[in-house]
């Protein structure tokens, strides 16, 4: 993650560079991942048996993802008032309690607006969780840590969206009441709260001027990130649909003759293990190659697992089978989208500006979830899947001449 550097550290805390226990940022990212998780599985398979259009699902599920993309503006304010313990200890604590006011409603068409505020509600609160848990990577861990830090945040996320998927799914199915799956999961959540009493005292807000300044302040950062060519096509490049994962496995598992069971283990707790597996491959990969060449490549094998699956018999193994690489490919996305986006900001660069890039990185997949229920309703599931592969086929191309023409002339 980012060095923190326009907040000060507070008096008492830990100079960064002493906490190297990283692996407490599974749990403290955890929650944010069960957020997605439960929208865009356990939420999803019910409302679509139910009776709800795909395209109703998708476009659900693609609104716990649109606030992502707002939330810098936001930013801030977790970057310079208060504590950030008490923002991640209100973040976890909405996650929580929305989750388990989803599984208390009923999954019908009467209940959609309500469960649509919910879903903006409990992402929302999300963002909360992941923002001043990178207050805490950027302030509390050596700095020779922070790559090992970021790797198990993005385990927690993907580890978490397993466990709200899987897990969920498979208490709404067998507990015989709704709700309990919401209350185990809302329990997991306000669990990892307490995670950041091993955190070393975090800093406290202290930037002078006001919210506006700070946005202005924002801003200035973000241009002299903008004028550069690294910079502008790391920006171009976290618009464009790369291993968005926007397919609803769970609204079309039964294409595949795949039952409730099925799906939560597949799109659930193995298909996040599967994702956090393929995060360590794409850091692997991208420290051996060229970040935006991995990232474009991790695009591409993901469409290719799509289409694969497309041409292939729709049997229950078929559906293990790819939907496992789908999650594996995208895990490595992930990967590769940090590595594009920390190559880009440089050092010293605030936490406020990696969500920026992280607010246009969910453009896409805030998209591509939506299009592909569209397509899915319209034309189908086969076409829907070779759209995985000609969005981020076609969009690269135009990227590639872009950056060929704007390359550095040779005197």
């Given amino acids: 993650m980012t060095a923190h550097a326009e907040v000060p550290a507070a008096a008492g805390a830990v100079p960064a560079g002493q906490m190297r226990t990283t692996a407490l940022f599974l749990p403290l990212f955890a929650p944010f991942g069960i957020s997605s998780g439960y929208v865009s599985v356990t939420l999803g398979f019910l409302l679509h048996r139910a009776g709800l259009s795909v395209a109703t699902v998708a476009t659900l599920v693609a609104l716990s993802v649109w606030p992502q993309t707002w939330k810098v503006f936001w930013a801030p304010i977790v970057d310079t008032v208060g504590n950030p313990k008490l923002w991640y200890g209100l973040g976890a604590a909405l996650v929580g309690t929305t989750i388990l006011a989803m599984s208390v409603l009923p999954a019908t068409r009467a209940e959609l607006t309500a469960l649509a505020v919910l879903v903006l509600l409990s992402s929302v609160a999300s963002t909360l969780v992941s923002m001043s848990t990178e207050v805490f990577m950027a302030h509390c861990v050596a700095p020779d840590a922070q790559g090992s830090a970021s790797g198990w945040a993005m ?33 997991i959540c306000f669990a990892c709260w307490a995670a950041v009493l091993a955190l070393p005292p975090a800093p406290r807000g202290q930037r002078q001027g006001s919210y506006v300044a700070a946005l202005v302040e924002v801003g200035r950062d973000v241009w002299k990130v903008a004028k550069s060519r690294l910079g502008y096509l790391a920006l171009i490049l976290m618009l464009l649909p ?8 769970s609204a079309i598992a039964g294409e595949w003759r795949a039952g409730a069971d099925l799906v939560a283990l597949v799109n659930g707790v193995a298909g996040g293990l599967v994702s956090a597996v393929g995060c360590l491959i794409g850091g692997y990969v991208c420290g051996r190659m060229d970040v935006k060449r991995a990232y474009a490549l991790f695009g591409i094998l993901c469409g290719v697992a799509a289409v694969t699956m497309a041409w292939l018999p729709r049997t229950p193994t078929n559906f293990v089978t790819f939907t496992m690489l789908y999650a594996l490919t995208t895990g ?80």
């Fill in 155 to 187: 385990a927690g996320n993907l580890g978490g969206a397993g466990i709200g998927g899987g897990l969920g799914l498979t208490l709404a199915e067998h507990a015989g009441t709704p709700w309990v799956s919401g209350a185990v999961l809302g329990a």
């Fill in 242 to 249: 790369i291993a968005s994962g926007g397919v609803s496995w």
């Fill in 332 to 411: 490595s996305g992930y990967a590769a989208y940090s590595a594009v986006v920390l190559e880009a900001i440089g050092k010293g660069a605030a936490a406020t500006k990696f969500n920026l890039f992280s607010a246009l990185s969910n453009v896409p997949i805030a998209a591509m979830t939506t299009w592909d229920g569209i397509i899915h309703d319209r034309l189908g599931t086969r076409v829907m899947l070779y759209f995985e592969l000609a969005a981020p086929a076609a969009t690269l191309t135009l990227f590639a001449g872009f950056a060929h023409l704007t390359r550095p002339r040779r005197a």
